[in-house]
Protein backbone atom coordinates (compact mmCIF):
# COMPACT_ATOMS: atom_id res chain seq x y z
CA UNK A 1 0.00 0.00 0.00
CA UNK A 2 2.90 2.34 0.92
CA UNK A 3 4.38 1.80 -2.38
CA UNK A 4 1.02 2.36 -4.12
CA UNK A 5 1.08 6.06 -2.06
CA UNK A 6 4.53 6.55 -2.95
CA UNK A 7 4.00 6.18 -6.26
CA UNK A 8 0.64 8.19 -6.78
CA UNK A 9 2.41 11.31 -5.17
CA UNK A 10 5.33 10.99 -7.10
CA UNK A 11 2.67 10.76 -10.14
CA UNK A 12 0.91 13.40 -9.46
CA UNK A 13 3.65 15.78 -8.58
CA UNK A 14 5.05 14.73 -12.28
CA UNK A 15 1.94 15.62 -13.38
CA UNK A 16 1.00 19.19 -11.97
CA UNK A 17 5.02 19.90 -12.55
CA UNK A 18 3.98 19.68 -16.49
CA UNK A 19 1.92 22.62 -15.87
CA UNK A 20 3.35 26.30 -17.08
CA UNK A 21 3.05 29.45 -15.10
CA UNK A 22 1.07 31.97 -16.59
CA UNK A 23 1.13 35.60 -16.63
CA UNK A 24 -1.41 38.18 -14.67
CA UNK A 25 -2.29 40.78 -15.82
CA UNK A 26 -3.24 43.99 -13.23
CA UNK A 27 -4.69 47.21 -15.31
CA UNK A 28 -2.60 50.53 -14.48
CA UNK A 29 -4.72 53.04 -16.81
CA UNK A 30 -4.76 54.39 -20.13
CA UNK A 31 -3.98 57.29 -22.79
CA UNK A 32 -4.85 58.50 -25.50
CA UNK A 33 -2.73 58.82 -27.98
CA UNK A 34 -3.16 62.49 -28.54
CA UNK A 35 -2.13 63.28 -25.33
CA UNK A 36 1.74 63.02 -26.31
CA UNK A 37 3.42 66.07 -27.77
CA UNK A 38 3.44 67.37 -31.21
CA UNK A 39 4.70 65.31 -34.37
CA UNK A 40 6.10 68.67 -35.84
CA UNK A 41 8.06 69.45 -33.03
CA UNK A 42 9.81 65.88 -33.96
CA UNK A 43 9.41 64.02 -30.78
CA UNK A 44 10.69 60.29 -30.05
CA UNK A 45 7.62 58.06 -31.44
CA UNK A 46 6.62 55.11 -28.81
CA UNK A 47 5.72 51.46 -29.38
CA UNK A 48 2.21 51.43 -27.02
CA UNK A 49 4.18 49.55 -24.56
CA UNK A 50 7.15 52.04 -24.48
CA UNK A 51 4.51 54.50 -23.83
CA UNK A 52 3.33 52.47 -20.97
CA UNK A 53 6.67 52.45 -19.47
CA UNK A 54 7.63 56.75 -20.30
CA UNK A 55 3.36 57.33 -18.76
CA UNK A 56 3.62 54.01 -15.56
CA UNK A 57 7.13 53.28 -14.92
CA UNK A 58 9.41 50.69 -15.07
CA UNK A 59 10.06 49.01 -18.98
CA UNK A 60 8.25 48.28 -22.07
CA UNK A 61 8.51 44.72 -21.16
CA UNK A 62 6.42 45.01 -17.84
CA UNK A 63 3.18 46.13 -19.53
CA UNK A 64 0.81 44.65 -21.94
CA UNK A 65 -1.70 46.95 -24.33
CA UNK A 66 -4.74 46.88 -25.20
CA UNK A 67 -7.35 48.48 -27.36
CA UNK A 68 -10.49 46.85 -25.86
CA UNK A 69 -11.13 48.21 -22.41
CA UNK A 70 -9.49 48.12 -18.98
CA UNK A 71 -11.04 44.43 -18.36
CA UNK A 72 -8.08 42.16 -18.63
CA UNK A 73 -9.88 39.28 -20.01
CA UNK A 74 -9.87 41.37 -22.84
CA UNK A 75 -6.64 41.83 -23.75
CA UNK A 76 -5.76 42.11 -27.56
CA UNK A 77 -2.20 43.02 -27.57
CA UNK A 78 -2.79 45.48 -29.70
CA UNK A 79 -2.54 49.36 -29.66
CA UNK A 80 -3.53 52.41 -30.99
CA UNK A 81 -1.17 54.44 -32.77
CA UNK A 82 -0.95 58.12 -34.70
CA UNK A 83 1.27 57.55 -38.16
CA UNK A 84 3.08 60.22 -39.28
CA UNK A 85 0.95 61.97 -42.53
CA UNK A 86 -1.42 59.35 -42.46
CA UNK A 87 -4.96 59.65 -41.50
CA UNK A 88 -6.14 56.33 -40.46
CA UNK A 89 -10.00 54.66 -40.49
CA UNK A 90 -10.42 55.38 -36.82
CA UNK A 91 -10.51 59.10 -36.20
CA UNK A 92 -7.36 59.07 -37.23
CA UNK A 93 -5.96 56.37 -35.07
CA UNK A 94 -4.36 53.10 -36.74
CA UNK A 95 -4.29 49.99 -34.53
CA UNK A 96 -1.01 47.84 -34.30
CA UNK A 97 0.74 45.21 -32.48
CA UNK A 98 1.46 46.61 -29.32
CA UNK A 99 5.74 46.64 -29.95
CA UNK A 100 4.43 47.94 -33.33
CA UNK A 101 7.89 49.71 -35.27
CA UNK A 102 6.92 51.28 -38.44
CA UNK A 103 9.63 49.61 -41.37
CA UNK A 104 10.28 52.90 -42.85
CA UNK A 105 11.52 54.32 -39.56
CA UNK A 106 15.15 54.86 -38.71
CA UNK A 107 16.80 56.15 -35.52
CA UNK A 108 18.17 59.57 -37.23
CA UNK A 109 15.82 61.78 -35.13
CA UNK A 110 14.61 59.94 -32.44
CA UNK A 111 13.45 56.53 -31.23
CA UNK A 112 11.45 55.38 -34.43
CA UNK A 113 11.11 58.67 -35.98
CA UNK A 114 11.97 58.54 -40.03
CA UNK A 115 13.40 61.90 -40.21
CA UNK A 116 12.04 65.58 -41.82
CA UNK A 117 10.62 64.07 -44.66
CA UNK A 118 7.44 61.77 -44.96
CA UNK A 119 5.02 60.72 -47.97
CA UNK A 120 1.65 62.37 -47.08
CA UNK A 121 -1.12 59.26 -46.89
CA UNK A 122 1.85 56.14 -46.19
CA UNK A 123 0.46 54.01 -43.58
CA UNK A 124 3.75 52.70 -43.62
CA UNK A 125 5.19 56.22 -42.29
CA UNK A 126 6.97 56.41 -38.48
CA UNK A 127 4.07 55.52 -35.65
CA UNK A 128 3.53 56.66 -32.26
CA UNK A 129 1.58 55.37 -29.56
CA UNK A 130 1.93 58.53 -27.26
CA UNK A 131 1.89 61.64 -30.09
CA UNK A 132 -0.28 64.38 -31.15
CA UNK A 133 -1.19 64.86 -34.72
CA UNK A 134 -3.60 62.76 -36.54
CA UNK A 135 -5.47 60.30 -34.04
CA UNK A 136 -8.40 62.17 -32.45
CA UNK A 137 -10.10 61.47 -29.62
CA UNK A 138 -11.38 58.56 -28.60
CA UNK A 139 -8.45 56.32 -29.40
CA UNK A 140 -7.36 55.32 -26.08
CA UNK A 141 -4.96 52.83 -25.67
CA UNK A 142 -5.50 50.77 -22.20
CA UNK A 143 -2.12 49.69 -20.10
CA UNK A 144 -1.58 46.48 -17.38
CA UNK A 145 1.15 45.79 -15.77
CA UNK A 146 2.43 42.01 -16.78
CA UNK A 147 2.50 40.18 -13.09
CA UNK A 148 4.33 36.81 -12.64
CA UNK A 149 3.05 33.89 -11.43
CA UNK A 150 5.37 31.48 -9.42
CA UNK A 151 6.80 28.48 -11.03
CA UNK A 152 4.91 25.53 -9.87
CA UNK A 153 7.25 23.33 -10.88
CA UNK A 154 9.45 23.93 -7.50
CA UNK A 155 7.14 24.39 -5.21
CA UNK A 156 5.60 20.62 -6.51
CA UNK A 157 8.95 19.22 -6.24
CA UNK A 158 9.06 20.10 -2.94
CA UNK A 159 6.20 18.87 -1.99
CA UNK A 160 7.05 15.58 -3.42
CA UNK A 161 10.31 15.15 -2.18
CA UNK A 162 8.55 15.74 1.55
CA UNK A 163 5.94 13.36 0.76
CA UNK A 164 8.50 10.53 -0.64
CA UNK A 165 10.29 11.43 2.14
CA UNK A 166 7.87 10.53 5.07
CA UNK A 167 6.54 7.61 2.86
CA UNK A 168 9.96 6.18 3.43
CA UNK A 169 10.91 7.56 7.17
CA UNK A 170 6.99 5.51 7.89
CA UNK A 171 8.21 2.03 6.49
CA UNK A 172 11.81 2.31 8.99
CA UNK A 173 11.58 0.13 11.91
CA UNK A 174 11.27 1.93 14.54
CA UNK A 175 14.12 1.73 17.41
CA UNK A 176 13.64 1.91 21.17
Given at each position: ?????????????????GASAQAGYVYVGDWEVNSGPY?????????GQEAAALLFGGVAADYAISTNGSNPAEINFDAWYSVLGYYGPNNGGVEFAQNYVSPDSDQ??????????????DS?????????????????????????????TSVVLLFTGLAGLGVALRGRPQTS
Open positions: MRKLVFAGVIGAGFALAWGDEPSAYTCCGLYYSGGGFHLGTEAASAYVWDNAGNGNVNYAFRITGVPEP
